[in-house]
């Protein structure tokens, strides 16, 4: 169990806690009074006389000035209520007497009563009565047994003299199978809390769990490498096109996971299958730890088995197995002199067969020769523009060599071919009239170059995710066999085919198949 460690055990314990806490609340206050239970509680208590208790005094006028005894008046509005989970009835009361309680105010004497229910309890009101057991003397106030449904109320306006504000008010009385109580409650002055007793618990709970862990991790040492990480040594070949994100792919998943060593070395796509297969084919003890990177699928009857769009397993048996990384767009590229803002497959048809020779034929305000610069037989961005974009068609052969005179003076137009995307990619921003291609993000920030559109649509992500774009292509990573679930190669491609790997993956303007748009595109492959 690699998750048991200290850091997963205190975050696990600390949501454990907090949630328990929130519960217990809940559960407590909703569940566990199943009984009966009359609550009480002090809404209003201020002073109407003279001496207000509390040093501020106040003004009054009429019959609060000419009544006798108001000279050390005060009131105090005192609620009654059934918070309990059961009905109380007159028999539930457990007095002596007439009434059911008694409410006793500390140094004040009573000097009246009003009463007041809450919305559809006005048939209480007929217990209100002395014949109920509704009297007063000194500093009581008898309350008649008053039936009370759960969540019923009623009110108690209650005039006293003597005494100073605020001093002690106690509600005294029995009720069978429970018992009277007193209940918080704000007054008309007090400022309610931001936060109720239970959530300042639970974060409570929650910050002392991420101090412990935050402690734990500034004075833990060394920490064990995450979940999926393999050691050893692994060699990514193949794709010159991908080998950029292969190499931060690479060193990302070096970085987080120690005593792995990934190395890429790229020829191109179909060098790089070729020697996945001879190496495959001439190992004893298990596949090589070899991965190739494909523009485009393996060659039909060297892949029989496919690992899926996001690192599923392979297919058994001895030959090639791919999975589906990440849908790579593709761009022509001119020469940033070149006059010319858009092809359309005709016309770059016609190029590629030799038909036009000069950016006039297809647009061009001036004569200019066209230059092929291309790439070698292996390279599967050649192959892409091949299958994608010349319906099949083969480019010409070579007639250059440098990329700046033909070499072949009965060849019909100047070509020349290069060992990866870097050179093609420099060659045509120094050949005028060049024009060549490459993977989109590589040439996002170059100088000196001009990516064209294709049948107005220009090269984008967007535009291959919604099927316009044609120069696009699914990249594939292919192993010899189905590699072990706890290879390197198995954790390098399920690196990056989720989370992390996906993020470095969309940096370079590549869609990963994972992703919700990538799986739709990918999934055509099928």
């Not at 309350?143 to 003597?162: A, D």
Request: glycine content about 14%; hydrophobic content about 35%.
């Amino acid at each position: 169990m690699e998750w048991v460690n200290a850091e997963n055990v205190i975050a696990v314990g600390t949501f454990a806690v907090a949630s328990s806490i929130a519960f217990g609340q809940w559960w407590y206050e909703r569940m566990v009074p199943r009984r009966r239970r009359i609550g009480y509680r002090v809404q209003l208590d201020t002073a109407i006389g003279d001496d207000d208790g509390t040093g501020g005094g106040n003004t009054r006028l009429g019959l609060f000035d000419e009544a006798d005894g108001m000279d050390e008046a005060s009131v105090v509005l005192l609620r009654i209520e059934n918070d309990g989970a059961l009905s109380v009835s007159i028999g539930d009361y457990t007095s002596g007497g007439l009434h059911g309680m008694t409410a006793t105010f500390d140094g004040r004497e009573v000097h009246g009563v009003a009463v007041t229910v809450g919305p559809g309890s006005g048939a209480l009101m007929s217990h209100f009565t002395p014949a109920h057991g509704l009297e007063y003397s000194g500093s009581s106030l008898r309350i008649p047994r008053v039936p009370l449904n759960k969540g019923e109320y009623f009110k108690l306006l209650v005039l006293l003299s003597g005494g100073t504000v605020g001093s002690k008010v106690t509600v005294s009385g029995g009720v069978q199978d429970g018992d009277v109580h007193p209940n918080e409650s704000l007054t008309p002055d007090e400022k309610p809390p931001v936060f109720s007793r239970p959530a300042r618990l639970t974060s409570m709970a929650f910050l002392v769990g991420i101090a412990l862990l935050a402690g734990l991790i500034v004075t833990g040492g060394e920490r064990p490498p995450p979940m999926g990480c393999a050691t050893g040594s692994l060699e990514v070949t193949g794709s010159t096109a991908f080998a950029p994100v292969a190499e931060e792919l690479a060193g990302a998943y070096m970085e987080q996971c120690p005593g792995s060593r990934i190395t890429v070395a790229a020829h191109g796509s179909t060098t790089g299958l070729r020697e996945l297969a001879e190496r495959g084919a001439a190992a004893k003890d298990g596949a090589p730890a070899l991965v190739a990177l494909s523009d485009g699928p393996a060659p039909e009857g060297q892949e029989t088995g496919d690992a899926g769009q996001d690192g599923g397993e392979a297919g058994e048996g001895g030959g090639l197995a791919g999975t589906r990384l990440a849908v790579s767009v593709f761009t022509l590229l001119a020469h940033a002199d070149v006059p010319v803002r858009n092809l359309t497959l005709a016309d770059l048809r016609r190029i590629y067969a030799g038909e036009v020779t000069d950016w006039r034929e297809v647009g061009a305000d001036r004569s200019l020769p066209i230059v092929l610069v291309g790439r070698g037989a292996a390279s599967g961005t050649r192959d892409v523009l091949q299958r994608r974009l010349l319906d099949g068609a083969f480019e010409p052969p070579a007639s250059s060599r440098d990329c700046s005179r033909k070499d072949n003076p009965k060849a019909s137009v100047s070509r020349c071919e290069l060992d990866t995307t870097d050179q093609v990619i420099a060659t045509v921003a120094r050949v005028p009239g060049a024009l060549g291609y490459s993977e989109l993000r590589t040439t996002s920030t170059l100088e000196g170059v001009r990516r064209l559109s294709l049948d107005g649509r220009r090269p984008s992500l967007d535009g291959a995710s919604h099927d316009a774009y044609p120069y696009r292509e699914i990249e594939y990573a292919y192993t010899h066999g189905r590699p072990p679930a706890d290879s390197l190669a198995a954790g390098f491609l399920a690196f990056t085919t989720r989370g992390p790997g996906q993020d470095v993956v969309r940096t370079h303007g590549h869609l990963p198949c994972g992703t919700p748009e990538g799986l739709r595109v990918c999934g055509a492959a099928d």
